[in-house]
T-cell receptor, first 111, second 113 residues
Framework: GNSVTQMEGPVTLSEEAFLTINCTYTATGYPSLFWYVQYPGEGLQLLLKATKADDKGSNKGFEATYRKETTSFHLEKGSVQVSDSAVYFCALKGNNNDMRFGAGTRLTVKP | GAGVSQSPSNKVTEKGKDVELRCDPISGHTALYWYRQRLGQGLEFLIYFQGNSAPDKSGLPSDRFSAERTGESVSTLTIQRTQQEDSAVYLC???????????FGPGTRLTVL
């Protein structure tokens, strides 16, 4: 079945550091890929998405490119801020509209 | 409504009791989803509704779990004869149509003693 594997956390970075959170997937057909973010004390919210191969999703300085050849959707940001501290979830929507989420990666950014 | 709401926000129950969790989706959203998040783990997809119908119930963990939706609005997730392993945060999300961007509620934290 479909599944998502993402980098285990926690990840601790200093402000302005470069961020990469790895995400790989296993799926049949042509899934859509997502990154969701959960800020402390808040609910999950969509950060960015990509619906087909080579698409790049971007939002709030974060980017992720749908790589079919490596079945990956790594999240990147060039310069993190303290306000980016949150839990990040990679997710996949399969052909049956079922969603699969990764385990989440907790990011802490220190000033 | 302004967003997805869920009730109760917290529920503590004794092993063997039944519980009902409620989700109010964003008005006009035809699709509704239920997930479970155990402590330290990712989200586990349980079921989704297209209108009032659930096309695939295979994600429900056991036959103690059931869900229904009425009026293309409110949904309830019922867990019968709760077990300690049912302790988790249960999240609901809705989207305008199936496959569209999902908006999540704050979740219900269920603790089974």
């Amino acid at each position: 079945g479909n599944s998502v594997t993402q980098m285990e956390g926690p990840v601790t970075l200093s402000e302005e550091a470069f961020l990469t959170i790895n995400c790989t997937y296993t799926a049949t057909g042509y899934p859509s890929l997502f990154w969701y973010v959960q800020y402390p004390g808040e609910g999950l919210q969509l950060l960015l998405k990509a619906t087909k191969a080579d698409d790049k999703g971007s939002n709030k300085g974060f980017e992720a490119t749908y790589r079919k050849e490596t079945t990956s959707f790594h999240l990147e940001k060039g310069s993190v801020q303290v306000s980016d501290s949150a839990v990040y979830f990679c997710a996949l929507k399969g052909n049956n509209n079922d969603m699969r989420f990764g385990a989440g990666t907790r990011l802490t950014v220190k000033p | 409504g302004a967003g997805v709401s869920q009730s109760p926000s917290n529920k503590v129950t004794e092993k063997g009791k039944d519980v009902e969790l409620r989700c109010d989706p964003i008005s006009g959203h035809t699709a509704l989803y239920w997930y479970r998040q155990r402590l330290g783990q990712g989200l586990e997809f349980l079921i989704y509704f297209q209108g009032n119908s659930a096309p695939d119930k295979s994600g429900l963990p056991s036959d103690r779990f059931s869900a229904e939706r009425t009026g293309e609005s409110v949904s309830t997730l019922t867990i019968q004869r709760t077990q300690q392993e049912d302790s988790a945060v249960y999240l609901c999300a809705s989207s305008r149509i199936v496959g569209d961007t999902q908006y999540f509620g704050p979740g219900t934290r269920l603790t089974v003693l």
